[in-house]
Nanobody, 120 residues
Framework: QGQLDESGGGLVQAGGSLRLSCAAS????????MAWYRQAPGKEREIVAS?????????YANYSVKHRFTIIRDNEKNTLYLQMNSLDPEDTAMYYC????????????WGPGTQVTVSS
């Protein structure tokens, strides 16, 4: 399996922005539909956004995420990004990337994740 390394999280005030990065190694993300996931304390991991292997199809978990977050992939850099704007305390979670769960098994080992904390 490939490996993933998420970064870019941090503590931000409500209304702020963060750009998360997910660097892959051992496999090329260009071969897979990819996604960002998050897990808040006491909750199950949920998919946030997904993007097809050439970026033609993008899906977001819900209306709120769709109008605040942007998923981007750079296959040449083997890196996935998540631009998050207008952050809300409800976005507080550990964020992970991996292949899209709707497209088959996870093709990468789960990385350490990156913590996003939004203060009110």
């Amino acid at each position: 399996q490939g490996q993933l390394d998420e970064s870019g999280g941090g503590l931000v005030q409500a209304g702020g922005s963060l750009r998360l990065s997910c660097a892959a190694s051992g496999r090329n993300i260009s071969d897979y539909n990819m996604a960002w996931y998050r897990q808040a304390p006491g909750k199950e991991r949920e998919i946030v956004a997904s993007i097809s292997w050439i970026g033609a199809n993008i899906n977001y978990a819900n209306y709120s995420v769709k109008h605040r977050f942007t998923i981007i992939r750079d296959n040449e850099k083997n890196t996935l990004y998540l631009q998050m704007n207008s952050l809300d305390p409800e976005d507080t979670a550990m964020y992970y990337c991996n292949s899209d769960q709707h497209s088959g098994p996870y093709y990468f080992s789960w990385g350490p994740g990156t913590q996003v904390t939004v203060s009110s």
